[in-house]
């Protein structure tokens, strides 16, 4: 039901009847939604979701050595650019699974679609403030 809005991705294919998830990741294309690079257009779109009543939430914000204490010193996230980006633009949509029902589910992605919305009117004035104050 998102699948046509500009800028999505889901990570793995949805309608793949060998998989079931609980959780539903994404990622955005910040360019695509008028945003530069970097986390700035993620954390908009997770908190815009979240006020709108979807249970939206971003797993990782730094590589996985970075969290562990023996080994963080000897890496760098700048070594590993496409994890870099990869990070700054996942997240992904919680509870999908029963008892969730398909009204659920359409509810969820009316407030994608709310979102987008408001993206598509206000992305490059929404986007320059956001990256202006980080």
Do not use: C
Not at 76 to 87: E, G, I, M, S, V
């Amino acid at each position: 039901m998102i699948r046509e809005l500009a800028g999505i991705l889901p990570l793995f294919n949805p309608s793949d009847g060998n998989q079931s998830m609980l959780n539903f990741p994404l990622r955005i294309e910040p360019e695509a939604l008028g945003f530069g690079p970097g986390p700035a257009a993620r954390d908009f779109v997770v908190k815009s979701l979240q006020a709108e009543g979807v249970p939206i939430w971003v797993w990782l914000t730094k590589p996985v050595f970075e969290y562990l204490p023996g080994i963080r010193d000897d890496w760098r996230a700048a070594d590993f650019p496409n994890t870099a980006k990869l990070l700054d633009t996942m997240f992904y949509v919680s509870e999908i699974a029963p008892p969730n029902n398909i009204e659920v589910m359409k509810l969820y992605a009316e407030a994608f679609h709310k979102v987008w919305e408001a993206l598509y009117k206000l992305g490059p004035k929404i986007a320059g403030s956001i990256e202006r104050t980080g």
